[in-house]
C-alpha cells in the first residue's frame, strides 16, 4: 500500500528540517558524510514561470521561542485539562448512578440500561462530521464554550427524568452537546504546538479523563451517604455536576482563544513567534483556510486512515461497555456499592499515570507511538482474559485483573497523536479526525451490548469478546508501524534527501511566514521532507 503514482516527489512542495538541523536516525556527522542523503537547506516557491529556489532561515529564536511555549503552556493547557476532566466525569457518572438507583427509580428492565449507555453515541455519531467542519469555520473558543454550556444543561436536566424515554432523549443529547469538545480540542493543539510537542500535550489534557473518573468516584462516595433527602442520591451527582459544569463556561468564554491572532496572552510580536513554531515544525497554519474536497478524498483513500480507524474501532468496543459497566462488574467481585465506587479511584490514578507517561514518551521518541499503543493494550488482553475464567482463577486474582484493564484508556490519546503528527491539510486532517470520532462512536454503542442481562453477573461473553478486540487493535498498531516506515523509506529514496518527522513540510515566504498563495494549504502527501511519526 503506497501514495498513489500521479502524487510523488516531483511534484510535492518542498518542507523544511526538523528545528533541531538533524534529521530522524542520523547525527549531523552522518548527514555531512553521506552525499547521497543531502538535508532539504531549500524551498521551492511556485511561479508563472518556474520555481525559485531559496536558502532557507530559520528566523525563530531558540530563547524566545521556548518563552512564547511556556506561556501558551500555562494559558491553553489547563484550560483543555478541565474541561475534558468536566467532560469524562458527565459522561461515566451514568456507572455510579446505576447503583444508587437510577435503574430501579426510571423503572428499566433488560437491555434498557444497555440503550442508554449506548444512545449518547448514537447522538454523538450523527454530529461528529458536522461538528468537525464547523470547528475549523467557526471561532473556535466561542463554538467550544456554546456546547460547554449546552452539555452543562443537558446534565443538570438528566436528574429531572423518571423513566426509559427521558433518559433516552438527555443522553442522546448530551452526546450531540459533547461530540464537539475532543475533535475541537485536537484541532486547538494541531494550531498551538509542533509535532513532537503534540502527544505530550494530547496525553496531559486527555488524561483529564481519569482525573475527571477519580473525582467523579469521590462525588458518588459522599453523595452516596446523603440519608434523609428527598432526592435521591443520583439525581444530585447530576445536578451538581450539570451545575459546575455550567459555570465553567463562563471563564472559558473570556479565557479560551480563537486563535493564534487572537491571543490576548501574548504580544504581538509573541503571537508571530507562536505561528512560526507551527510553520516550521507543526502541521500547518489552521487560519484562512479554505474547505478543499480534494483533500477529504486522499483522506479516505489514504491507507493509514485504515489502520487508524482500525485501532480506534477495536480499543473503543471495549471502551464502551466497560465504562457503562464498571461499578456493577466490580460489584460482581463481592464488593458492596460504595466499596465499588472507591475501588474506581486507584484505577483512576493509574490510568492517568499511563496516559500521560504514554504522551511524555511519545512525544520524546518519534518512532515509539505505534510499539506504546501495542505496550498499553497488552496488559488488557491479560486482564479481560482472567476475568472472561474468573472461574478457574482465585478470588484475589479478580480485582488485579480489573486493575489491568486501566491501560486501555492511554490507546486513543496515542491513536490521536498520530492523527495530528501524520496529518496535514485542514481538510484532510477535520476528515480523519471526523473518521475517527464517528469510530468512537460505533465502538462505544456496540459495547454496552455485548454485557448480555441473561450473564449477569459474570458477562461472559462481553469479557470474550474485549479479549479478541484488543488483540485485534494489537495487530493493526503493528501493521500501521510497519506500514509508515516503509513508507518514510521509500519518500527518502525518491526525494534524495533526508526528511524529519520533527518537520512541517510547510512552505514559507522569506520572512518565515506562511505563504499566502492558497496552495500553502497542502497535505502530507504533496510536501518534500515529510516524514511520519512511527
Known amino acids: 500500500?503506497?501514495?498513489?503514482?500521479?502524487?510523488?516527489?516531483?511534484?510535492?512542495?518542498?518542507?523544511?528540517?526538523?528545528?533541531?538541523?538533524?534529521?530522524?536516525?542520523?547525527?549531523?556527522?552522518?548527514?555531512?558524510?553521506?552525499?547521497?542523503?543531502?538535508?532539504?537547506n531549500s524551498r521551492r516557491y511556485p511561479s508563472a514561470t518556474d520555481s525559485a529556489l531559496l536558502p532557507l532561515e530559520n528566523t525563530i529564536d531558540d530563547e524566545a521561542a521556548n518563552k512564547v511555549l511556556v506561556k501558551i503552556d500555562r494559558a491553553i493547557i489547563p484550560l483543555l485539562f478541565i474541561t475534558y476532566m468536566l467532560n469524562f466525569m458527565d459522561k461515566?457518572?451514568?456507572?455510579?448512578?446505576?447503583?444508587?438507583?437510577?435503574?430501579?427509580?426510571?423503572?428499566?428492565?433488560?437491555?434498557?440500561?444497555?440503550?442508554?449507555?449506548s444512545v449518547f453515541y448514537l447522538g454523538y455519531l450523527l454530529w461528529t462530521y458536522p461538528t468537525t467542519v464547523l470547528v475549523a469555520r467557526l471561532p473556535t473558543g466561542k463554538y467550544l464554550t456554546f456546547n460547554t454550556l449546552f452539555w452543562g444543561l443537558v446534565v443538570a436536566l438528566t436528574a429531572a427524568c423518571h423513566n426509559f424515554g427521558g433518559l433516552l432523549v438527555v443522553r442522546f443529547l448530551l452526546g450531540v452537546a459533547e461530540a464537539t469538545i475532543t475533535p475541537g480540542f485536537m484541532f486547538l493543539t494541531s494550531t498551538w504546538y509542533t509535532r513532537d510537542e503534540m502527544p505530550t500535550r494530547v496525553g496531559i489534557w486527555f488524561s483529564g479523563n481519569s482525573v475527571g473518573g477519580l473525582v467523579a468516584s469521590l462525588l458518588a462516595f459522599a453523595v452516596g451517604h446523603?440519608?434523609?433527602?428527598?432526592?435521591?442520591?443520583?439525581?444530585?451527582?447530576?445536578?451538581i455536576l450539570g451545575t459546575t459544569t455550567f459555570m465553567w463556561a463562563m471563564p472559558l468564554f473570556f479565557l479560551l482563544p480563537d486563535n493564534i491572532s487572537e491571543a490576548a496572552f501574548l504580544t504581538p510580536k509573541e503571537?508571530?513567534?507562536?505561528?512560526?513554531?507551527?510553520?516550521?515544525?507543526?502541521?500547518?497554519?489552521?487560519?484562512?483556510?479554505?474547505?478543499?474536497?480534494?483533500?477529504?478524498?486522499?483522506?479516505?483513500i489514504d491507507p493509514k486512515s485504515w489502520f487508524i480507524v482500525g485501532i480506534e474501532l477495536f480499543t473503543q468496543i471495549p471502551n464502551g461497555g466497560s465504562q457503562s459497566f464498571a461499578n456493577i462488574v466490580v460489584g460482581s467481585f463481592g464488593f458492596t456499592n460504595l466499596q465499588s465506587t472507591l475501588i474506581n479511584i486507584p484505577y483512576s490514578l493509574l490510568s492517568a499515570g499511563i496516559i500521560s507517561g504514554s504522551g511524555y514518551l511519545a512525544g520524546r521518541f518519534r518512532t515509539l507511538n505505534c510499539i506504546l499503543i501495542a505496550v498499553v493494550i497488552m496488559p488488557c488482553v491479560i486482564g479481560s482474559a482472567i476475568i472472561y475464567k474468573r472461574g478457574n482463577v482465585p478470588h484475589s486474582i479478580h480485582l488485579f485483573a480489573y486493575f489491568l484493564l486501566s491501560s486501555g484508556s492511554a490507546a486513543m490519546p496515542l491513536n490521536m497523536a498520530l492523527v495530528q503528527s501524520n496529518y496535514r491539510g485542514v481538510a484532510k486532517k477535520m476528515t480523519i479526525t471526523a473518521m475517527l470520532f464517528i469510530t468512537y462512536c460505533v465502538g462505544n454503542m456496540a459495547g454496552p451490548h455485548f454485557f448480555l442481562k441473561s450473564e449477569d453477573p459474570l458477562y461472559e461473553t462481553a469479557f470474550k469478546a474485549i479479549t479478541v478486540c484488543y488483540s485485534l487493535a494489537t495487530v493493526c498498531a503493528v501493521c500501521l508501524r510497519a506500514y509508515l516506515k516503509g513508507l518514510n523509506e521509500r519518500r527518502t529514496r525518491e526525494e534524495g534527501v533526508v526528511g524529519s518527522a520533527g518537520s512541517g513540510g510547510v512552505v514559507r515566504d522569506v520572512q518565515g511566514q506562511d505563504s499566502a498563495d492558497p496552495e500553502s494549504d497542502v497535505t502530507d502527501w504533496q510536501v518534500v521532507g515529510f516524514r511520519y511519526r512511527l
Open 92 to 117: 461515566v457518572i451514568l456507572s455510579s448512578a446505576a447503583v444508587f438507583g437510577l435503574r430501579e427509580d426510571t423503572h428499566l428492565k433488560g437491555q434498557q440500561y444497555s440503550w442508554v449507555g
Open 226 to 239: 446523603v440519608d434523609g433527602s428527598s432526592i435521591r442520591p443520583w439525581r444530585w451527582m447530576y445536578i
Open 271 to 300: 503571537r508571530i513567534i507562536a505561528a512560526q513554531r507551527v510553520v516550521s515544525s507543526g502541521t500547518g497554519t489552521t487560519e484562512h483556510s479554505t474547505w478543499k474536497w480534494d483533500q477529504v478524498r486522499e483522506c479516505f
Open 1 to 40: 500500500m503506497n501514495e498513489p503514482c500521479s502524487i510523488n516527489a516531483s511534484n510535492r512542495r518542498d518542507a523544511s528540517s526538523s528545528l533541531d538541523g538533524q534529521p530522524d536516525g542520523l547525527t549531523e556527522h552522518e548527514v555531512d558524510d553521506n552525499p547521497n542523503l543531502p538535508l532539504l
